[in-house]
């Protein structure tokens, strides 16, 4: 059963870079799936951020298109998220998700807080 | 419409039955999916596809689509399954797409 954690800074700088990891553990990241970024601004809803596929293809949401970077490492078995000149309103939980079958985001890490903050 | 809308709460009580919709002009392209999220917790999915379910997900789970909307429909509501819906499908770019979300409320 494939799993995913998510790793990285807890707190950003205004104007700095965000920077996360998923770490995929029961599988491999180079089978044939999409592997995801959601996010989660505090008592708001979910926002798609975007994906990446097993080749490297990647597809962001238009809104953060300008700004989000996602890339596989494939020697780790991992995929990353970089999204650059944060706000507060980049302030979320931050999940990675594996896409399955009808494009439904099937397995979830458990999430990460990202505060942007001086 | 690149939206999907979904009513912010509804309620049911306990047994009975309750339908959470979202609508969007890419509905009638695309399948919705569906997912359960319980506070301080990541979401879960509960349908895809035409209407499929994960395995583990109750079979009182169901789902359906008509013209522009989508729908989520639980048959004999219990207690564990107050908490918010979220359905997601693709904007008219293909691009992916989450609903506001519906807190379900039973009683």
């Known amino acids: 059963q494939v799993a995913l954690q998510e790793s990285g800074p807890g707190l950003v700088k205004p104007s700095g870079t965000l920077s996360l990891t998923c770490a995929v553990s029961g599988g491999s990241i180079s089978s044939s799936n999409w592997w995801s970024w959601v996010r989660q601004p505090p008592g708001k809803g979910l926002e798609w951020i975007g994906e990446v596929y097993h080749s490297g293809t990647s597809n962001y949401n238009p809104s953060l298109k300008s700004r989000v970077t996602m890339s596989l490492d494939k020697s780790k078995n991992q995929f990353s998220l970089i999204l650059i000149s944060v706000t507060a309103a980049d302030t979320a939980v931050y999940y990675c998700?594996?896409?399955?079958?009808?494009?439904?985001?099937?397995?979830w890490g458990q999430g990460t807080l990202v505060s942007v903050s001086s | 419409s690149s939206e999907l809308t979904q009513d912010p709460a509804v309620s049911v009580a306990m047994g009975q039955t309750v339908r959470i919709t979202c609508q969007g002009d890419?509905?009638?392209?695309?399948?919705a999916t569906w997912y359960q999220q319980k506070p301080r917790q990541a979401p879960v999915l509960v349908i895809y596809?035409?209407?499929n379910r994960p395995s583990g997900i109750p079979d009182r789970f169901s789902g359906s689509s008509s013209g522009n909307t989508a729908s989520l429909t639980i048959t004999g509501a219990q207690a564990e399954d107050e908490a918010d819906y979220y359905c997601n499908s693709r904007d008219s770019s293909g691009y992916r797409l989450f609903g506001g979300g519906t807190k379900l409320t039973v009683l």
């Open positions: 998700a594996k896409v399955g079958s009808y494009g439904a985001f099937d397995i």
């Open positions: 890419s509905l009638r392209t695309y399948y």
């Open positions: 596809g035409k209407n």
